[in-house]
């Protein structure tokens, strides 16, 4: 059974077509990659998956259930996203915001379990945060800022992994790192990933399968080998894309 399943998924905004009879399913062990143009539905789509915006038809399941049949509470245990605008100035130190992603499997409102506090802080060093665990939010950089809601994602421990854009604010470096530990993440806990971005290379790294976004009534979605063509990417940017490989590495670039 798919983790994820996407059933002739509809969906508009302002009127406009994001997707039609979308279908899509995600197992466990799966990262996905999410491509296309601005504007053409990425984030909606996220969200639409997660519940924050209501999909005007078709069917979304998760681990075989509707998802509306779903409480907040179950749905925060197996789907969690990291929303594009990231983490807002919260009046709360580091420490106490990764925390908030414990909140799902929390066994007691009034004391934190010391099984929290201990994937919360090994959360806080994949992203080397550590030391400002004791810091306000309002205090952190920007990449210091996605780092955390990063690492907030990362202590919920979901069953999907919903990303919006992960790369941004963060160099080079942390890119890799991030997408590294999500690997990780989804090799020894069985999880699954669905991420939005609109860098091709990082995709092309990282996703073994892509779904592709070209206009509101049409998707590619498959292997990473079948979808990410010169033709395919060009189709779906409006503008020429070209391709080199060097060393087993193939990279796109824009003509």
């Given at each position: 059974?798919?983790?994820?399943e996407l059933k002739s998924l509809n969906i508009q905004i302002g009127g406009k077509q994001l997707c039609q009879d979308l279908n899509l399913r995600i197992e466990r062990n799966e990262c996905w990659g999410l491509l296309g143009k601005n504007g053409v539905g990425k984030t909606t789509l996220l969200h639409s998956i997660l519940g924050v915006h209501e999909a005007d038809s078709g069917e979304i399941l998760i681990d075989g259930e509707c998802s509306t049949t779903l409480s907040r509470q179950q749905m925060a245990s197996k789907v969690g996203i990291l929303f594009q605008q990231g983490?807002?100035?919260l009046p709360a130190t580091v420490m106490e915001t990764v925390m908030l992603g414990r909140f799902p499997h929390a066994q007691s409102l009034l004391?934190?379990?010391?099984?929290?506090?201990?994937?919360?802080?090994h959360a806080?060093?994949?992203f080397e945060l550590s030391t400002l665990a004791d810091r306000e939010?309002?205090?952190?950089s920007g990449g210091e800022r996605?780092?955390?809601?990063?690492?907030?994602?990362?202590?919920?421990?979901p069953d999907l992994f919903l990303l919006d854009e992960p790369s941004n604010h963060l160099d080079v470096a942390f890119q890799v790192k991030l997408l590294s530990i999500l690997t990780e993440k989804i090799s020894n806990s069985a999880a699954g990933v669905?991420?939005?971005?609109?860098?091709?290379?990082?995709?092309?790294?990282?996703?073994?399968k892509v779904l592709l976004l070209i206009d509101g009534n049409t998707f590619l979605a498959g292997s990473r080998e079948e979808i990410l063509t010169e033709e395919n990417l060009s189709r779906a940017y409006d503008c020429p894309i070209k391709s080199i490989s060097q060393q087993g590495i193939r990279l796109f670039y824009p003509q």
């Open positions: 059974m798919a983790f994820l983490i807002d100035e004391r934190d379990d010391p099984k929290d506090v201990a994937i919360a802080r806080l060093a994949a939010v309002a205090t952190l996605q780092r955390l809601s990063l690492a907030m994602l990362l202590s919920q421990a669905l991420m939005a971005s609109h860098d091709i290379n990082l995709t092309a790294r990282f996703c073994d």
